[in-house]
């Protein structure tokens, strides 16, 4: 995983602003709708969500800055006490994040031929072929379970589509998104997890599904949330515009003399809900001046100004 600030393409002092562009920026150019052609867009795409998810969030940042967690927002790794020694054990974090492992040395290092013994040799002797005394043997051990986190697209999302998870093993599987999945939901992959070095059954692959940020869309519950931008002429006279949604542009009706910050709902084109139900999608709506500065533009706010004055600002006191 590299390092956040290096996938935003930002110095380590970049403000809140800074970052919040650079990641725009990165989505709008590597969205997979818009980059359905090309692979590695939606590899690039995942790794500026993972980037933005650690520094633009200020707890997160702090924690990354100061070397408390690493470019994949986990706790770095640590070794316990008598690491290493004569008699003592070694304490370190599973892989992928899953439970602690404690590896146990007596007497010098660990391993065949090295006059100690290790947890496995102990788990062997009590699961393996032969039988225990004063009975048979149980069942040998399982293999350990692996834990991935998948960051989805909305689009995929309010489709119940398909993504890849890449697991600590380096191994890419294929998730069926469920219908009505939450945000931090966990799904279980039978037998996906590492083998049993006992002959047992596999252990299970754990993905957190989380959603990915969207350059448009913010997700509140079930509901979205959209900044649409508008001319002044249209937010004045009204009129039908064509608005954006996770399944295609639809055309809205803009009522006349809108004024910026005005919200309007799209019933049932949020997401889908647990119990099938779709949340809304809420459009705000946003003016936007001329880039360029015209005088015909100019003469008539001035115009305005001197023959048709309002306070907008009246009521805050």
Known sequence: MRDPYDVLGIAKTAS????????????????PDQNKNDPKAKEKFAEANTAYEIVGDAEKRGQFDRGEIGPDGKPRGFEGFG??????????????????????????????????FSAGDIFSELFGAGRARGGRAGPPPRGED?????????????????????????????????RGVEDGQQIRLRGQGKPSAHGGEAGDAIVTLKFALHPLFRVEGRDLRLDLPL????????????????????????????????????????????????????????IVLPEKADPDFEALMRR??????????KDMG
């Not at 809140?16 to 969205?31: G, S």
């Not at 639809?250 to 084109?269: D, Q």
Request: no cysteine.
């Open 16 to 31: 809140a602003d800074e970052v919040k562009k650079a990641f725009r920026k990165l989505a709008k150019k590597y969205h």
């Open 83 to 116: 690491a290493g020694g004569p008699g003592g054990f070694r304490r370190r974090p599973g892989e992928g994040g899953g439970a602690e492992h404690f590896e146990f040395h007596y007497g010098g290092a660990a391993g065949p031929g090295a006059g100690g």
């Open 146 to 178: 692996l834990t991935a986190t998948l960051l989805v697209p909305l689009a995929e999302i309010a489709k119940a589509g398909k993504a890849n998870v890449i697991l600590p093993t380096g191994r890419t599987l294929e998730v069926k998104i469920p």
């Open 231 to 286: 001319t002044l002429y249209e937010a004045a006279l009204g009129g039908k515009v064509d608005a954006p949604t996770l399944e295609g542009k639809v055309e809205m009706t803009i009522p006349p003399n809108s004024s910026s910050g005005r919200t309007l709902r799209l019933r049932g084109r949020g997401l889908e809900g647990p119990g099938g139900a779709r949340g809304d999608l809420y459009v705000i709506l946003k």
């Open 304 to 313: 305005w100004r001197d023959s048709k004055p309002y306070d907008p600002r």
